[in-house]
């Protein structure tokens, strides 16, 4: 038995990671709904094409499948949420908020601002 190994992808740059973040907060109604219906699904596919597409023409490395895509951002919105509770045990540890530099980057602003709003 032969095993072909998956050959792994590059990762994602912070270019492509703000490219994503702004794609994703123009659909952010659509891709963020809460429903899990079958209509709801298909238009959240539609909307991962449509993104894909969009993607794929904006940025200038490989191109990336919208499964992929919806992979990097869920773990971008996790990523996210974990700095901020981390942050708020922080804060209720210490009573300073240290924001941490390092993870402040572009693409991690609109996804606060998604949480926030939602």
Partial sequence: ???KQRKRADNFSEAEKIILTNLVFE???IIE??????VTSKDKDKCWK??????????SAKCRSSEVLRSCWDNLKKKTRKFF???KM??????????????YV???????????LN
Avoid at 90 to 103: D, N, R, S, V
Avoid at 106 to 116: C, D, E, V
């Fill in 1 to 3: 038995i032969k095993n």
């Fill in 27 to 29: 659909y952010k109604d």
């Fill in 33 to 38: 709904n809460k429903k899990s219906d079958a």
């Fill in 50 to 59: 449509t993104i894909e597409i969009a993607f794929n023409s904006r940025s």
């Fill in 85 to 87: 509770a981390d942050e």
């Fill in 90 to 103: 922080q804060l209720y540890k210490t009573g300073k908020f240290l924001f941490i530099l390092y993870f």
């Fill in 106 to 116: 572009a693409y991690a602003l609109p996804i606060i601002n998604l949480f926030i």
